[in-house]
């Protein structure tokens, strides 16, 4: 045990004189953290359907505007603006503001909106009325002309399309109630009726989304579900860079060979690297969770919520770091200088990265990446914490993530192990 816990202290020693191994495993994350999530943030509340402020331009006053106004107060994604520096906008400043991306949408209404439409649809309806009135007296007023209306929507030019056809098919189905409700209206007075009656303006026919996803299970994470466990595990995987240069410079310094000359098998050797290395991944982990959950909400972030699932998470960090050990011991073993281990050790864990979904969440990457995804250690500590965090997952749901990661750990480690007792044969 006194052997184990020296070689445990010979690696924290090692790291502690390593000023730049430092950096690149606590701080460098830290700020990728800050950095991409910062960036990230507007991306995944559009995919969220985060609260977005729009602006009106009311040029009407009439109906059409008083009705936009309430649909829009029941839906919790938007919030209309009609007023700024205490007075109504006018559709010169919406304009400017759309066009500096200060707001993603105005609409503008035009003049006599409300109105006009009154006249044209009781012009339609007396002309329907006068069909049916066969007295030789019977006669129709010429029609006052009545100009079509636009209503105008200006929008950010970053707005994405699938946006705008959603508001526009959201105020083209406002209009079209509010016309037949004057239709309604003006047959009903036309005809007499008492102010009591009232025809059935209800929907007939309506929508209803089926899903299978069971109690309405999260898919999509936030900015901060999926930064926090994503950076995460870049951290740990950039553990390869420091573990494979200290395992070079031990052969190079003659490090190696003095200990296995002393009475120390090289199996305690390994397990004293793995055991500092992955408590340096669990440190990287914890401190990647307290800047999501205490820094972010001072920088106008979402804040990274943990929820009873400590243990879980913490679990899957520890499995991700045992995958980060045997891949950094196998580069170390098999690399001859700190010329080809570091360069290669930090280009492969940026590549599994890549491909794992730590920069662009695997559910944007096109089909053919999603495929390639799961070849990444990354992609399978990712999705165990997707599990966790979205869809309320236990311990049965990131076993399988468990175990592909160990696996990797107990391959490369047997791989590294092999190479090391060949090359000591020839």
């Not at 950096?23 to 991306?43: C, H, K, N, W, Y």
């Not at 520890?318 to 001859?336: D, K, M, Q």
């Not at 495929?371 to 990354?378: F, I, N, T």
């Not at 999705?383 to 966790?388: E, M």
Request: hydrophobic share 50%.
């Amino acid at each position: 045990m006194s052997k184990f816990l020296m070689s445990i202290r010979k690696e924290m020693l090692l790291l502690a004189r390593d000023a730049g191994g430092i950096v690149i495993l606590f701080v460098m994350p830290m700020i990728l953290l800050l950095a991409v999530t910062m960036v990230q943030s507007g991306s995944f509340d559009s995919l969220l359907g985060s609260r977005m402020e729009v602006l009106l331009v009311d040029n009407d006053g009439g109906d059409i505007a008083k009705r936009i106004q309430e649909d829009f107060s029941e839906d919790e994604n938007l919030s209309l603006v009609t007023i700024l520096d205490g007075k109504p906008i006018e559709e010169s400043v919406a304009k400017q503001l759309v066009h500096e991306g200060v707001y993603q949408l105005a609409i503008v209404l035009p003049q006599n909106l409300s109105k006009d439409l009154h006249v044209h649809v009781k012009q339609n309806v007396d002309k329907i009325l006068a069909e049916f009135d066969f007295s030789a007296d019977s006669t129709v007023a010429k029609p006052r002309a009545v100009v079509a209306k636009e209503i105008k929507l200006y929008f950010d030019p970053a707005t994405q399309a699938s946006f705008k056809t959603a508001v526009k098919m959201s105020i083209d189905k406002m209009v079209s109630n509010i016309e037949s409700q004057s239709i309604y209206s003006t047959f009903q007075n036309e005809l007499g009726e008492s102010d009591h009656t009232h025809f059935q303006e209800q929907q007939f026919i309506s929508f209803k989304e089926v899903t299978d996803a069971e109690d309405d299970v999260k898919t999509i994470p936030t900015a901060a579900q999926h930064n926090v466990p994503a950076w995460a595990l870049f951290a740990i995987f950039f553990i390869v860079v420091p573990l494979s240069i200290n395992i070079v410079k031990e052969k190079s310094q003659g490090t190696m060979v003095r200990l296995r000359t002393s009475p120390t098998s090289y199996a305690l050797f390994l397990c004293g690297k793995t055991v500092s290395y992955v408590l340096i991944s669990l440190i990287q982990f914890y401190l990647m969770l307290l800047v999501g959950i205490y820094v972010f909400p001072y920088i106008g972030l979402h804040p990274f919520l943990v929820e009873g699932q400590f243990f879980l998470l913490s679990l899957i960090a520890l499995f991700s770091g045992l995958a980060a050990v045997g891949l950094g011991i196998l580069i170390g073993t098999i690399a001859s200088t700190q010329e080809q281990s570091a360069p290669f050790g930090a280009t492969l864990t940026v590549v599994l990265a890549a491909f794992g979904g730590v920069w662009v969440p695997v559910f944007l990457m096109p089909s053919i990446m999603q495929k390639l995804a799961v070849l990444s250690p990354m992609n399978w500590g990712l999705g165990a914490f997707y599990d966790v965090l979205l869809r309320q997952g236990g311990l049965t749901s990131i076993f399988p993530a468990i175990i592909l990661l160990f696996s990797f750990f107990v391959l490369t480690l047997l791989i590294a192990v092999t190479y090391d007792k060949k090359k000591k044969t020839i």
